[in-house]
Each structure stands twice: as structure tokens, then as C-alpha cells.
């Protein structure tokens, strides 16, 4: 069974930058694998900020963006604002299964 | 705008079945793939089911494969999940989301999501 590997919890000051990344247990994260990241806030449904590695939708704020990263996916928050503060999961896609990591709740400290 | 509103959600004995329906409006809904994601209460997400624009192509998760059916009418702008022999460990708000048709007609690029619907599987 695939695993998806996110940092559980990350805590950032507002104004700084940090990176939460997505590893696979099958291996190095590449762009096949279309990595996507949500955001998600207590009691809403997920809101999605990066398809296919490092696209933004276009409601996405300009502070985030998408990597890969030491053979992980990455998302980067640089210039965090208060209400940065959520649960962040990315999403890759296998050849034969679409698997969500177990997410990274961020505390904006 | 785009909306996506789910029902259909409610308590099932285990064993039972349930049919999820998600209403689409503000985009033409005949020419994107769809999917449900699910979401244990205080867990993670789960990839459910997704299927391309016109109905040929689907996927399922393991978990539900053979159990669950996707569908949609895009006569209707409505997309559907037919849930069967339904457990335990199916209880959890569903969500039914576009893509943005990155990869096509397969699904690789969710974007909108609706605010889900709570299933609860229980005796």
C-alpha cells in the first residue's frame, strides 16, 4: 500500500517562510506524479492552492508556491499571515491510485 | 460562479446502501471530470471515486471497489455516488469536487470543492 508522508505539524512566526513537503514510499516525488496541495481550515471543506507541482489556481495568494524538493514535493509559505494558520494535504497521482498525505497542521506563531 | 452542492448524506445501518447526488451549477458541467473525496470525523482525506466528463472513464479506491458506483447526468448537471454494503469505516463527510482538466480526462487537478455531506453508518 502506497504511504503519503507529511511533516504533522510545522509552527511558523507570521512574516517568515516555511516549507512543508510530501514524500512517497515509492520513491522520489516527480512531476508524474501531478503533486497537489489543499488547504484546509476547522469546519470548511478543503480549498485547493497548487495543481501539477508548482500551478497555482487563480485564487491562489501569491505567497505560496510549489516545489519539488529533495525528491519530495514541496509547498512554501513565505511572508505567513495569520490566517495562514490551517491543515495543508498535498494529493499525488499514481498510475493506479490517487493518494492523500496525512497532512500538516500549521501553527502561525 | 461555480457551486457544488452535496446531499444524500444520513444515518445507515452497516450493510445498507446510500446514493450521495452533487448539483453543479456555474460552469459547464458536461465538459469536467468529477470526483468524491471523503473525510473521517477528525482525519484525513481519502480519494473515493472519480469519473471523466462524458462517463466513459472511472476510478475507485480500493477501498470501495465493488461497493461503490460513480455516476453523473449531465443532462441534469449532477453527479452521483451509489454506495453499497456500506461499513463502519465508511462513515465520513463527502465531498464531491471539479477538475480543472489538467491531465485531461483523467482527473489530476481537483479545484472546486462543495461543503460535503456527513454519512453515518451505524446500527
Known amino acids: 500500500q502506497t504511504v503519503v508522508t507529511q511533516e504533522p505539524s510545522l509552527t511558523v512566526s507570521p512574516g517568515g517562510t516555511v516549507t512543508l513537503t510530501c514524500a512517497s514510499s515509492t520513491g522520489a516525488v516527480t512531476s508524474g506524479y501531478y503533486p497537489n496541495w489543499f488547504q484546509q481550515k476547522p469546519g470548511q471543506a478543503p480549498r485547493a492552492l497548487i495543481y501539477s507541482t508548482s500551478n497555482k489556481h487563480s485564487w491562489t495568494p501569491a505567497r505560496f508556491s510549489g516545489s519539488l524538493l529533495g525528491g519530495k514535493a514541496a509547498l512554501t509559505l513565505s511572508g505567513v499571515q495569520p490566517e495562514d494558520e490551517a491543515e495543508y494535504y498535498c494529493l499525488l497521482f499514481y498510475g493506479g491510485a490517487r493518494v492523500f498525505g496525512g497532512g500538516t497542521k500549521l501553527t502561525v506563531l | 460562479e461555480v457551486q457544488l452542492v452535496e446531499s444524500g448524506g444520513g444515518l445507515v445501518q452497516p450493510g445498507g446502501s446510500l446514493r450521495l447526488s452533487c448539483a453543479a451549477s456555474g460552469f459547464s458541467f458536461s465538459s469536467y471530470a468529477m470526483l468524491w473525496v471523503r473525510q473521517t470525523p477528525g482525519k484525513g482525506l481519502e480519494y473515493v471515486s472519480a469519473i471523466s466528463s462524458n462517463g466513459g472513464s472511472t476510478y475507485y479506491a480500493n477501498s470501495v471497489k465493488g461497493r461503490f458506483t460513480i455516476s453523473r447526468d449531465n443532462s441534469k448537471n449532477t453527479l452521483y455516488l451509489q454506495m453499497g454494503s456500506l461499513r463502519a469505516e465508511d462513515m465520513a463527510v463527502y465531498y464531491c469536487?471539479?477538475?480543472?482538466?489538467?491531465?485531461?480526462?483523467?482527473?489530476?487537478?481537483?479545484?472546486?470543492w462543495g461543503q460535503g455531506t456527513l454519512v453515518t453508518v451505524s446500527s
Open positions: 469536487a471539479r477538475d480543472l482538466g489538467y491531465c485531461g480526462s483523467i482527473s489530476c487537478s481537483p479545484d472546486y
